[in-house]
């Protein structure tokens, strides 16, 4: 006679079935080749783009630095439309000189008062005797102007924007062999240009 197991027994062993796990993965140990592989491309996009901003600011032409004596005849040249008003014109003139004289011969002319700048220019060998006695008159007469009240006529401050201007000429660096040519061939390709059709024929 056969005896049914009892409705417990069936229960227990129905939940003791559990569901399969999914796999487990095991490292191979190579995964470090992957992460080499990133580190070395995005090194690599790095550099590509490094050497593209390099070549492109290589390629951008620089600005050659304007000379002191250009800027300060540039200055002395704008300094002719407050010519109606004596003392912003000094004012312009007199510290584009003392600017100019400090960048070309390294002078510290705008932080001194005019005393202690000629008492300075005495031992310079930078200028000639006449240039400096002209320099001194000059700023003297500008400090009439800047402090004393002194309001000179239009003749008087067009001669002592000359002077200012003659300065600069005369201390002015010579021009290198390679300006004078570019400077020639310059003046060569105008007077090309100017010349009539009929002289070419």
Same mark, same amino acid.
């Given at each position: 006679m056969t005896t049914n197991p009892p409705t417990t027994t069936l229960v227990s062993t129905a939940t003791d079935i559990r569901d399969i796990k999914p796999p487990v993965a095991i490292p191979s140990g190579w995964e470090w080749l992957g992460w080499l592989a990133a580190a070395l491309a995005a090194l690599a996009v790095m550099l590509l783009a490094w050497s593209w901003w390099?070549?492109?600011r290589m390629q951008v032409a620089a600005v050659p630095p304007v000379p002191?004596?250009?800027r300060a005849k540039q200055k002395l040249a704008a300094a002719l439309a407050l010519i109606a008003q004596p003392k912003p014109f000094c004012i312009l003139v007199s510290d584009t000189i003392r600017l100019y004289l400090e960048e070309r011969f390294n002078f510290h002319a705008p932080? @001194?008062?005019?005393?202690?700048?000629?008492h300075e220019l005495k031992s310079t060998?930078?200028?000639v005797s006449e240039q400096k006695e002209k320099l001194g008159d000059f700023l003297e007469c500008c400090d009439l102007v800047k402090f004393a009240k002194f309001e000179p006529g239009e003749r008087e401050l067009r001669e002592l924007?000359?002077?200012a201007l003659r300065l600069v000429e005369e201390t002015e660096p010579a021009m290198e062999p390679a300006d004078v040519n570019s400077r020639n061939r310059a003046m060569?390709?105008?007077s090309?240009? @100017?010349t009539p059709q009929s002289a070419l024929k």
């Amino acid at each position: 006679m056969t005896t049914n197991p009892p409705t417990t027994t069936l229960v227990s062993t129905a939940t003791d079935i559990r569901d399969i796990k999914p796999p487990v993965a095991i490292p191979s140990g190579w995964e470090w080749l992957g992460w080499l592989a990133a580190a070395l491309a995005a090194l690599a996009v790095m550099l590509l783009a490094w050497s593209w901003w390099q070549r492109k600011r290589m390629q951008v032409a620089a600005v050659p630095p304007v000379p002191a004596h250009v800027r300060a005849k540039q200055k002395l040249a704008a300094a002719l439309a407050l010519i109606a008003q004596p003392k912003p014109f000094c004012i312009l003139v007199s510290d584009t000189i003392r600017l100019y004289l400090e960048e070309r011969f390294n002078f510290h002319a705008p932080e @001194r008062t005019t005393e202690e700048f000629l008492h300075e220019l005495k031992s310079t060998p930078l200028l000639v005797s006449e240039q400096k006695e002209k320099l001194g008159d000059f700023l003297e007469c500008c400090d009439l102007v800047k402090f004393a009240k002194f309001e000179p006529g239009e003749r008087e401050l067009r001669e002592l924007h000359g002077s200012a201007l003659r300065l600069v000429e005369e201390t002015e660096p010579a021009m290198e062999p390679a300006d004078v040519n570019s400077r020639n061939r310059a003046m060569a390709g105008d007077s090309a240009l @100017r010349t009539p059709q009929s002289a070419l024929k």
